[in-house]
């Protein structure tokens, strides 16, 4: 019998699957599910990647695994301090292949607001702002991004305000995975306990599933991986993320 | 004011150090959310009673939260707020800038660096890679340039960001002042160098010798430093590295409604345990 997602699995197994052998990739701040991902990517698959973050690790290897993604633990074990100037200029010059970064809400090009819910000068709720997004979406080579919550709230026809532009490369949700195809988010695969009709029906705008499919279960490593990294389940106890 | 700062010991008293910002000045702050950042003086700024200060950092959150909860602010600039963690959004933060009464700059993370390093560099404006497409640079009145070397690229160009003080949380100090920060030093580098004059505190004093051995340890030379404080686990609620971790527990009832959780939170501050068995 093939192993099952649980909603936590699935974001963080799939952000994973964005990884690639050798790449440069980065885990920022107010990133939990994408420091989860990297860390376990190191754990699941017989290659490697080069792994950096917002503590300055590079391939660290830390004690424990931090409820902060930018805890200093982060930097345990690496050789060098590979700090947020230096990670900056490295995507804006090119060089960074894949970047998580945050997002709010999202449209169907993959634009994103982490700024504003309502007019940015009378803001109904204010969000925590440009960050990482605006410099590293139109430079990273990829970009990708995850929501704990699947709605029309989160994914709209028309962003509030557009904190960042260049679109991201993929996107996880409790119930989806989209990657950008033509232009625009394009879906890839659906948990196999959702239905398309259901993604269809909670995502604000149209999209192109051509090819998707149910998402292929996880294999027996990213689960013991997982699991090194959230051995009591606080992680995914403390994300609360539901499949509705 | 003078280029450089030369006294044989500019240790002080972190009320001494605090009572060097006046009403109305912009203040960087060091660290990234709950991490090293100089929080027993932002406190301390609180105690005093300041006013009207100008915050100006790339991550901030407890920092920036508690200065707009204590009515200190009336601006800032900042490229991503939040408590992080399991606590999300910052609350009084959140509160101030949506009800007008703290101004926002909003920054990507990127650009208030390219900010202060036009400052630091001497020059009007620095490029800033990215950008494109982000409605950011129009609701700041960023300027953009087309390359004068033909490559017909453009660039987003930023204006100097100097700030009055950087205010920076380091692991040590010698008696001169200089500073060595353990781990990463987020953005501490680029803000000692934009703003008009440093103030550390620190955990601890070392000699001078223990500096002299490994000086490419030094973040920033003596000669840059305006004064100092020696205040151990003055980062607190937040992390120092390698000396503590952030004290979870802390700032959850540092997040509880209300005056009096404030002014519990600012007992228990070290620096006022301290204060009170002295």
């Known amino acids: 019998m093939p192993e099952s997602w649980s909603p936590f699995s699935y974001i963080v197994i799939n952000l994973a699957r964005f990884i690639r052998p050798n790449e440069i990739t980065f885990s920022g701040v107010n990133s939990t599910f994408p420091m989860l991902a990297c860390l376990l990517?190191?754990?699941?698959?017989?290659?490697?990647f080069i792994y950096i973050n917002v503590a300055g690790g590079v391939d660290p290897q830390p004690s424990h695994i931090p409820l902060s993604s930018s805890d200093p633990v982060l930097a345990e074990g690496s050789a060098s301090i590979f700090a947020n100037e230096d990670f900056y200029d490295l995507c804006t010059r090119g060089r960074m292949d894949l970047s998580f970064l945050g997002?709010?809400?999202?449209?169907?090009?993959?634009?994103?607001?982490?700024?504003?819910?309502?007019?940015?000068?009378?803001?109904?709720?204010?969000?925590?702002?440009?960050?990482g997004g605006a410099v590293m979406m139109p430079t990273a080579r990829r970009a990708c991004t995850w929501r704990t919550e699947h709605s029309r709230r989160t994914f709209v026809e028309k962003l509030d305000f557009c904190t960042s532009a260049g679109g991201f490369h993929g996107v996880v949700t409790p119930i989806a995975v989209?990657?950008?195809?033509?232009?625009?988010?394009?879906?890839?695969?659906?948990?196999?306990?959702?239905?398309?009709?259901?993604?269809?029906?909670?995502?604000?705008?149209?999209?192109?599933?051509?090819?998707?499919r149910p998402t292929e279960p996880p294999t027996s490593g990213e689960l013991r991986a997982l699991a090194q990294l959230d051995p009591d389940g606080r992680f995914e106890r403390?994300?609360?993320?539901?499949?509705? | 004011?003078?280029?450089?700062?030369?006294?044989?010991?500019?240790?002080?008293?972190?009320?001494?150090?605090?009572?060097?910002?006046?009403?109305?000045?912009?203040i960087a702050l060091g660290g990234s959310f709950l991490h090293r950042g100089p929080f027993a003086l932002v406190r301390e700024l609180i105690r005093q009673g300041k006013r009207n200060l100008e915050l100006i950092k790339q991550s901030p959150g407890y920092d920036i939260d508690i200065l707009c909860r204590a009515g200190v602010l009336s601006r800032a600039r900042a490229g991503i707020v939040a408590m992080e963690g399991n606590f999300g959004l910052a609350p009084w933060y959140r509160k101030a800038i949506e009800s007008g009464q703290v101004e926002l700059e909003e920054h990507a993370c990127a650009s208030l660096t390219a900010?202060?390093?036009?400052?630091?560099?001497?020059?009007?404006?620095?490029?800033?890679?990215?950008?494109?497409?982000?409605?950011?640079?129009?609701?700041?009145?960023?300027?953009?340039?087309?390359?004068?070397?033909?490559?017909?690229?453009?660039?987003?160009?930023?204006?100097?960001?100097?700030?009055?003080?950087?205010?920076?949380?380091?692991?040590?100090?010698?008696?001169?002042?200089?500073?060595?920060?353990?781990?990463?030093y987020h953005w501490d580098r680029i803000m000692s160098r934009a703003a008009g004059s440093v103030l550390v505190v620190a955990e601890r004093m070392v000699?001078?010798?223990?500096?002299?051995?490994?000086?490419?340890?030094t973040v920033v030379p003596y000669f840059m430093v305006q004064a100092m404080a020696i205040v151990p686990r003055g980062a607190w609620p937040g992390s120092c590295w390698p000396d503590y971790a952030v004290d979870y527990p802390a700032v959850e009832r540092y997040?509880?409604?209300?005056?009096?959780?404030?002014?519990?939170?600012?007992?228990?501050?070290?620096?006022?345990?301290?204060?009170?068995?002295?």
């Open chain 1, 103 to 131: 997002a709010a809400q999202i449209d169907a090009q993959g634009n994103a607001n982490n700024s504003v819910i309502g007019d940015w000068h009378r803001p109904k709720v204010r969000l925590p702002g440009g960050g």
């Open chain 2, 1 to 26: 004011m003078r280029s450089g700062f030369k006294a044989a010991n500019k240790r002080v008293s972190l009320k001494v150090l605090a009572s060097m910002i006046p009403d109305g000045a912009s």
């Open chain 1, 238 to 244: 403390d994300a609360a993320v539901r499949l509705r």
């Open chain 1, 41 to 48: 990517a190191k754990r699941a698959y017989d290659w490697d």
């Open chain 2, 207 to 217: 000699d001078g010798e223990v500096f002299r051995q490994a000086p490419e340890a």
């Open chain 1, 178 to 212: 989209f990657v950008k195809r033509d232009g625009r988010l394009a879906l890839q695969s659906w948990h196999p306990e959702s239905r398309l009709e259901e993604v269809r029906e909670r995502t604000g705008f149209s999209f192109d599933a051509t090819g998707a």
């Open chain 2, 255 to 278: 997040l509880e409604p209300g005056d009096d959780a404030l002014a519990q939170h600012l007992a228990e501050a070290p620096e006022a345990q301290e204060a009170a068995h002295a």
């Open chain 2, 115 to 184: 900010g202060l390093r036009a400052a630091a560099f001497g020059v009007p404006f620095q490029p800033c890679g990215g950008l494109h497409g982000s409605a950011l640079p129009e609701l700041n009145g960023w300027k953009r340039l087309d390359d004068p070397y033909g490559s017909g690229e453009s660039v987003w160009v930023i204006p100097p960001i100097r700030p009055d003080f950087a205010i920076l949380h380091a692991n040590e100090v010698d008696a001169a002042g200089n500073v060595r920060i353990a781990g990463t």
